[in-house]
């Protein structure tokens, strides 16, 4: 138990990013000057990091000054194309054009990502779940996954790990870490069941898309100080077959998760503390803004996929009316091409909101009802805690002095307080950081749909310019 202790005490070390409490001076000290918020002063050392760093992509001070290298490279005409290419793009010719987003909004989002891989360098366990084959037999049939671990501990035999595993035995994992680390917070699942008749749980699309929820729910846990060193994952990472595991039932559950389950009911808690009352009103405001942004992104899609749907039937329209217009057929055809290049734009901007946005939306959904779940577990101790202390008050005894059950108690109570911070704070962190990363990537790919609708436009201009020429030259 002690060593269990000292392992989530260092855990709790580890994960708070930007909290005062339970660290050191250095480590709070540290964690101030290199905190990822923008600055609008000078930059400390720390935030003066290699030329791909996110904190320079994102804040407007060091942005102009890459732009005046290529500046002056026109004049010895070895790389005009570099800078004013994408422009070039945009003129009107009469030949079909086919854009991509400028290199300043691409190349933003894959260099923040590159930067957030070097983030990692300290890591010593990699996870990916990817190769999602789909298996039938007589009985059922079900889609398997491949979990490739490389690690380094000493906790693993081997430094790599292949193993398949199917979404029963992700659910079982997560059990088993809520049961055994009632304290911390467990990065939440997919959901199993979709809507009958609307989705296809087996189509390329839903898969696909639980893949990446399966591996970003895996690399969350790796990613954790505590998490990452739980028995259970190392037999999910480790072992072939589960069955044998799933099969012991509640034989791994740590005493301090028997002690948070089964709680007794009867008592109310007095009140919660400040902070995590805080916690707790954050929550429900979080959850009802994602709620509506949830729902109107949804409904976003659906008029895109309607709209779409009309354009499809618009443009062929002008293809046949220009069968039967001589003067007017390079035009129609042209219209009717660039309605058809707006389709494609549309579709691929609709397929990104559905399979990268929306996703995203719906894990914090989740992980808010996560949060909200170990915020009552809390409470429970808590309210255990003032319940027994209490009942010692009544039975007070001058020989002897605090219970040992009620020290004990207390003890559960910091250790879930400080337990429950540091994850809060590494939450917040990996908040910013996705919806960073999810913003800028919408605001990408918004980009290049319009883009590629106005470049799909301004195609058709010098064919509807040259009508003018060809009827008066016919008038002559």
């Keep these: ?248 039932g509640l034989a791994f559950i740590t005493k301090v998760g028997e002690s948070v389950r089964y709680v007794t009911g009867g008592y109310k808690l007095r009140s919660r503390p400040v902070e995590f009352a805080a916690m707790g009103d954050y929550l429900d405001t979080f959850s009802q803004k994602l709620g509506t942004i949830d729902r109107i992104a949804q409904r976003i899609v659906k008029e895109q996929t309607e709209y779409l749907v009309e354009l499809k039937e618009y443009g062929p329209i002008y293809s046949s009316w220009s069968a039967i217009e001589e003067e007017l057929n390079k035009p129609l055809i042209g219209v009717s091409n660039c309605v058809g290049s707006n389709c494609i734009a549309l579709e691929d901007l609709s397929e990104d909101m559905s399979d990268d946005f929306l996703p995203v939306l719906r894990e914090y959904v989740l992980y808010i009802e996560s949060m909200k779940n170990v915020l009552r577990k809390r409470d429970q101790v808590q309210a255990e805690y003032e319940a027994k202390l209490e009942t010692a008050a009544y039975k007070k005894d001058d020989k002897q002095g605090t219970p040992t059950s009620v020290e004990k108690c207390q003890d559960r109570v910091e250790c879930f307080n400080a337990d429950l911070k540091a994850d809060w704070d590494r939450w917040q962190s990996n908040k910013r950081q996705d919806f960073r990363q999810l913003l800028m990537g919408m605001a990408d790919k918004n980009i290049q749909y319009y883009e590629k609708c106005l470049a799909a436009w301004e195609s058709v201009i010098p064919l509807l310019q040259e009508k003018p020429e060809v009827t008066s030259e016919d008038h002559s």
């Design 1 to 248: 138990m002690e060593a269990v202790e000292k392992r989530r005490e260092g855990g709790a070390a580890v994960a708070v990013l930007g909290g005062g409490e339970g660290g050191s001076d250095s480590v709070t000290m540290s964690s101030a000057l290199c905190r990822p918020l923008p600055s609008s002063g000078l930059k400390s050392i720390c935030d003066v990091s290699h030329p791909l760093s996110a904190e320079e992509l994102l804040s407007p001070g060091p942005e102009p000054q890459p732009q005046p290298e290529p500046e002056p490279e026109p004049g010895s005409g070895a790389e005009p194309a570099a800078s004013g290419g994408d422009q070039d793009q945009m003129l009107p010719n009469g030949t079909p054009v086919e854009t991509s987003s400028p290199a300043s909004s691409s190349s933003l989002l894959n260099r923040l990502q590159l930067d957030e891989e070097l983030d990692g360098e300290t890591k010593d366990l990699f996870v990916t779940v990817d190769d999602p084959k789909k298996h039938v037999s007589a009985m059922e049939t079900y889609i398997t996954y491949r979990v490739m671990t490389k690690t380094t501990r000493n906790e693993f035999d081997l430094p790599e790990y292949t193993v398949r595993r199917r979404y029963q035995d992700f659910d079982w994992l997560r059990t088993k870490l809520e049961e055994s680390q009632p304290t911390h917070l467990i990065p939440p699942l997919p959901e199993k069941f979709v809507v009958k008749g609307v989705v296809d749980r087996f189509s390329e699309d839903f898969v696909e898309t639980r893949r990446k929820a399966l591996d970003k729910f895996l690399k969350r846990i790796a990613d954790h100080p505590v998490l990452s060193f739980n028995d259970h994952l190392n037999v999910f990472l480790t072992v072939k077959d589960l069955n044998p595991y799933k099969k012991q």
